[in-house]
């Protein structure tokens, strides 16, 4: 073995230790005599110093180094001189002096820094996919997915499931997207299709009478790419019989509730998962995966929207369309280039244009507001009472802006759901540590 001990699980207790090490130089720092390194492998850094009094031979293979070399390093774990700890690292108190060094493989420089978590174009990530792969986020990325998967099965087994591997090559069956097809050797003119998920063939296992499937399945889906879309995805596909539906919601709660709190304690789950119909998650939130970290929930206000004098409310009405609108606490004092900018954002994003009603004033209730404390173009075709009916189906008071779109339900649905995460985070109300 070409090294002992692991550089990022090296602490306190090790003081003492003569360790190897074989890792990636991370960064050099030259202080003179004394150098130092950051040495990288899979399970994080530890800081490596040269010194000429002690190891020569090991300090003359320390002034070589350059940034992603590979070295192996042997030497003696000892604490930090005091007021030199880094609290930032699990390997901050101890330090390891060199007394041998090899490199193992020098390393010409890399396009883009390893060690900076810096902005890189994608398509220089991907051509030298494997320099991306060394970045701390995406390994810790890879070690966390590892985790989750095996957490899954360990969950599962305990619950009496099976994990079947099903079939890559299958039949063509109707699905949601186009199939990837696989001309088949034996027979030309014939051809496979790759699973766009194990649908069919679990529900087989379900009737061969194995009650409880899991699988971490590979599906193949041939469609545009999209944020959420991809041409390969891997999923936890699962069965069960003799179950009703409750018992299935009841399993995956329990499963995504106890994983995150495992494998990441400092985020949290929204307990117990709220229970809402599709159409009720149109009609609130526009969107049938709405962000419940914050509220902002829509209000269809077409009904008040008709009894005004606005052309433009008419006109929509009259082609089926609806006017709806969510608030925007405490907002109402936002400038003109502010309203610009979200007017602009619910454009981009498939509205005909954003109204705003600001209810100025420093808080109150709506009931006492006056048709002075109404900044909007909508000030002279609505009146008093329309304006307060929509306040209190938004659920907003003195000081909130109200924000409204028009036009045809998928469109307007689909611009206010983007409006409304975006105001959700402008205003800091998505908790990043709560999922929901």
């Not at 899954?152 to 009496?160: A, E, N, Q, T, W």
């Not at 469109?411 to 990043?432: F, I, K, Y």
Request: proline share 5%; charged share 25%; net charge neutral.
């Amino acid at each position: 073995m070409l090294k002992n001990f692991s550089c990022g699980l090296l602490r306190h207790n090790n003081l003492g230790e003569t360790v190897t090490l074989a890792g990636w130089v991370h960064r050099r720092r030259d202080h003179g005599n004394l150098i130092f390194i950051d040495l990288r492998d899979r399970d994080g850094l530890a800081q490596v110093v040269f010194n000429p009094e002690i190891a020569p031979q090991a300090h003359k293979v320390g002034e070589a180094l350059r940034n992603e070399w590979v070295i192996q390093v042997s030497g003696e774990v000892v604490p930090r001189p005091k007021g030199t700890e880094n609290p930032n690292l699990p390997t901050g108190e101890i330090e390891v002096i060199a007394k041998e060094a090899h490199v193992l493989n020098a390393s010409k420089t890399p396009p883009f820094y390893i060690n900076e978590d810096a902005e890189v174009d994608e398509s220089l990530r991907l051509k030298y996919r494997y320099l991306d792969l060394r970045k701390p986020r995406i390994r810790d990325n890879l070690i966390l997915r590892h985790k989750v998967v095996k957490f899954i099965r360990d969950f599962l087994d305990k619950r009496g499931f099976l994990e079947i591997e099903t079939p890559i090559l299958i039949k063509s069956t109707p699905e949601g997207a186009r199939d990837y097809l696989v001309p088949s050797r034996l027979y030309p003119g014939q051809f496979y299709a790759l699973p766009q998920s194990p649908q069919q063939l679990k529900q087989l296992l379900m009737v061969a009478g194995m009650e409880r499937y899991f699988q971490i399945a590979r599906c193949f889906r041939d469609e545009d790419l999209r944020a959420d879309r991809q041409p390969e995805h891997t999923q936890l596909d699962l069965e069960m019989s003799f179950v009703e539906q409750g018992d299935i919601l009841a399993l995956i709660e329990e499963l995504c509730t106890a994983l995150v709190e495992t494998l990441t304690p400092n985020k949290r789950m929204l307990k117990p998962f709220p229970h809402i119909t599709y159409s009720q998650s149109m009609d609130k939130y526009g969107t049938d995966k709405p962000d419940l970290r914050f509220g902002l929930e829509m209000a269809d206000l077409s009904d008040v929207a008709a009894r005004s004098q606005f052309k433009i409310f008419h006109s929509v009405l009259s082609q089926g369309g609806i006017v709806k609108g969510f608030n925007a606490p405490g907002c109402a004092q936002y400038s003109r280039r502010q309203l610009d900018e979200i007017t602009e954002f619910a454009k981009a994003r498939g509205a005909q244009g954003l109204i705003t009603i600001a209810l100025e004033g420093d808080g109150g209730s709506v009931s006492d507001m006056t048709h002075e404390q109404i900044r909007s173009v909508l000030a002279h075709y609505v009146s008093i009472e329309d304006v307060r009916e929509m306040a209190n189906r938004l659920k907003a008071k003195i000081g909130d802006l109200l924000l409204l779109v028009a036009g045809p339900a998928k469109a307007t649905n689909l611009a206010l759901s983007h409006l409304r995460h975006e105001m959700g985070h402008r205003l800091g109300l998505a908790d990043p540590n709560l999922l929901a």
